[in-house]
């Protein structure tokens, strides 16, 4: 039976983050039990960005700091800094993803904060890590997508330069800095002392070309795009239908064979350019046009189908008007709905692992700029009189004021 609470719960995480590596690697966090602070100042830019939304917040904004409590300040406050310290003296971890300097001059660096509270677990998300000779530049997924060799694998043989479609250096930072998180309180754990952390998107990118890379390293060669082909098997890619695509992965022996058989081509898997998979890597030119003839007199929904009835690994390109529908993603859980006071209820993607002692949770909508300022405070200790002389000289913010 799952126990109470979260797998995080009773972690308290700042989160001085904005736009999507730094939100989403604590959304992460938040969405396993952990108490997320949102730091935020008084600006509301990072809050609107994305598609616009009833309110004053963008759906981007609203999709990532689900689970969050927003404590709102002025770090050019002297009480309000004190008031973000004190907050720092009771969290576990502290997530920041400035330029490397910025949060030195703000007074809000590993240093200083590690002096209020040693068993701080403080990590920075970057666009370039904080060393290194690009360490000062702009950092932008698009960016560390071209730099990290991603754009140049991306796309079809000879055409443009082409991201991913999905902002992969982005997330796949937040996950690591997410992973990272929960190693260094395993190891605070043992040691008793926190640490820093630094990672970036640009480290992110270059940490998912492990096939590239090796091919690299191993034949000399310098990969290209192959559009939606696999560079180590052969068919696994998407081939046309009658009324569209589908994917095709007969990537082991016993599927190609079984491919070759319900595509009524058995002679196909004795075709000296198709007998082993490096054949029908190195002809796959000539392989792609006999596979779409073959498939080229049935639908999608028809060869999916056949194709999974004979043991032949294959599936459907949904968009994502489709793939939010379709009745898998219902069954796993991953469309959501939660209550927003502006919003009213709306949409969420759902909880991707599914663990069985303490499972993850949707417990709040992102939160309004400030709203949790006061209830923080008064967790803090700090009685009315001091919150409301906070609020009145501006060191803090608080949802109230804007009603």
């Known amino acids: ?28 966090l938040a969405d396993m039990g952990a108490d997320v602070i949102k730091v935020e100042g008084p600006d509301r830019t990072s809050r609107r960005f994305g598609f616009a939304m009833t309110g004053d917040d963008g759906a981007a904004f609203l999709a990532l700091n689900r689970n969050k409590r927003s404590f709102t300040v002025d770090l050019k406050d002297d ?15 502290f997530v920041e993803n400035y330029r490397p300097g910025v949060t030195t001059r703000l007074g809000i660096d590993h240093q200083a904060l590690r002096a209020v ?35 140049s694998v991306t796309g079809a043989s000879g055409g443009p330069p082409m991201k991913a479609g999905l902002p992969v250096a982005d997330l796949a930072a937040g996950l690591i800095g997410a992973n990272a998180i929960l190693a260094a309180l395993l190891a605070r754990g043992r040691t008793g002392e926190g640490q820093y952390i630094d990672t970036s998107l640009f480290d992110a990118a270059m ?133 927003h006071p502006v919003e009213g209820r ?6 991707p692992a599914k663990l069985s002692g303490t499972p993850g949770s949707l417990r709040r909508p992102a939160p309004l700029q400030g709203e949790h300022t006061v209830e923080l405070l008064t967790e803090l200790g700090y009685d009315r009189a ?9 060191g803090v913010r608080a949802m109230e004021e804007k009603q």
């Open 346 to 351: 709306v949409r969420t993607l759902g909880i």
């Open 1 to 28: 039976m799952p126990v109470t609470g979260g797998a995080l719960d009773g972690y308290r995480v700042l989160d001085m983050t904005q736009v999507l590596a730094g939100p989403y690697c604590t959304m992460t």
């Open 117 to 151: 509270n040693p068993r701080l677990v403080y990590a920075s998300i970057s666009g370039f890590g904080q060393t290194g000779p690009y360490a000062q530049r702009p950092g932008y997924d698009i960016i560390a997508q071209g730099m990290s060799g991603i754009m």
């Open 386 to 394: 001091r919150i409301d002389g906070l609020l009145a000289r501006g």
């Open 207 to 339: 940490s998912m070309s492990v096939w590239e890379s090796a091919q690299v390293w191993t034949t000399g060669e310098v990969p290209g795009p192959l559009g939606s082909a696999h560079r180590g098997a052969a068919p696994y890619q998407a081939l046309r239908a009658a009324d569209g695509y589908l994917i095709v992965a007969a990537n082991k022996p016993h599927f190609w064979r079984n491919l070759c058989v319900v595509l009524g081509r058995p002679d196909l898997e004795d075709d000296p350019r198709f007998a082993a998979n490096a054949d029908r890597l190195r002809n796959l030119d000539q392989l792609v046009p006999e596979l779409e003839a073959a498939l080229a007199g049935r639908t999608v929904a028809d060869w999916v189908e056949t194709l999974l009835a004979a043991n032949v690994p294959a599936g459907p390109i949904l968009d994502y008007g489709q793939s939010l529908a379709d009745p898998h993603t219902l069954a796993r859980g991953m469309v959501q709905e939660l209550d």
């Open 79 to 93: 009480e309000g800094r004190r008031a973000l310290l004190d907050l720092v003296a009771t969290a576990d971890v």
